[in-house]
Structures are given as C-alpha cells and as structure tokens.
C-alpha cells in the first residue's frame, strides 16, 4: 500500500515561485508519479509526470518552462517547482503513482490528499 501526502501550497503572488513535495510512505521505486491539479469548476487536469527513474518528464503545455517535476527516490519525495506563477495556476494540486506505468493517461492507483495553491495578481 501506498500513502501520498502534499505539502507546499499555500498564497503566491503572480511571478513568484513555489515548490510542492509529495513524500510516499511504500516502495515506490518502480512507479511512475505524476501532479494533477483541479480548479474551482473545472475538472482535474494534467500538470507533470515522471518516469519511475527520474530518466524522463512530460508537462502539460500550460505549465512548460515554468514548472519542474523531479523526485528524491532515497527520500520517497516528489516535487513539482512552479516559477513564475500566473492566477490560473490556482488550484488543488494532487500528486498520483502508478506501478510500472507513467504519463498523463495512465490510470494512477494512488492519489494524495491535495495541497492548495492560490496565485494573486
């Protein structure tokens, strides 16, 4: 079994930065993790994803060149970078795993409880 947990989130200002973790409790050394993120109204969409060795990253066009998806596997953690944010990066960001699979269309077996990030202009 896996447990996902969020931290991070919190108030920005357009332009700044911030940085979410995603630390795991299971192995997770083999899975593929990903961040999701869900806006007031909108159904939940893609933001990043990694394979399970870190080797290769996909991102979502809304967010490429801004945000960085890497993983800590000694520490279990996944974290996403965001720079330069923009008020419609606000959100609940989720991170997901999925055994031996990866990317915006897999279906992910375990999910986190969300942490929010809220972007002013």
């Known amino acids: 079994q896996v447990q996902l947990v969020e931290s991070g989130g919190g108030p920005a200002q357009a332009g700044d930065s911030l940085r979410l973790a995603c630390t795991a409790s299971?192995?997770?050394?083999?899975?593929?993790m990903a961040w999701f993120r869900q806006a007031p109204g909108k159904e939940r969409e893609f933001v990043a994803a990694?394979?399970?060795?870190?080797?290769?990253?996909l991102y979502a066009d809304s967010v490429k060149g801004r945000f960085t998806i890497s993983r800590d596997k000694p520490k279990n953690t996944l974290y996403l970078q965001m720079n330069t944010l923009k008020p419609e990066d606000t959100a609940v960001y989720y991170c997901?795993?999925?055994?031996?699979?990866w990317g915006p269309g897999a279906e992910y077996e375990y999910w986190g409880q969300g942490t929010q990030v809220t972007v002013s202009s």
């Open positions: 997901a795993a999925r055994a031996k699979s």
């Open positions: 299971g192995r997770t050394s083999s899975y593929g």
């Open positions: 990694i394979t399970w060795n870190g080797g290769s990253t």
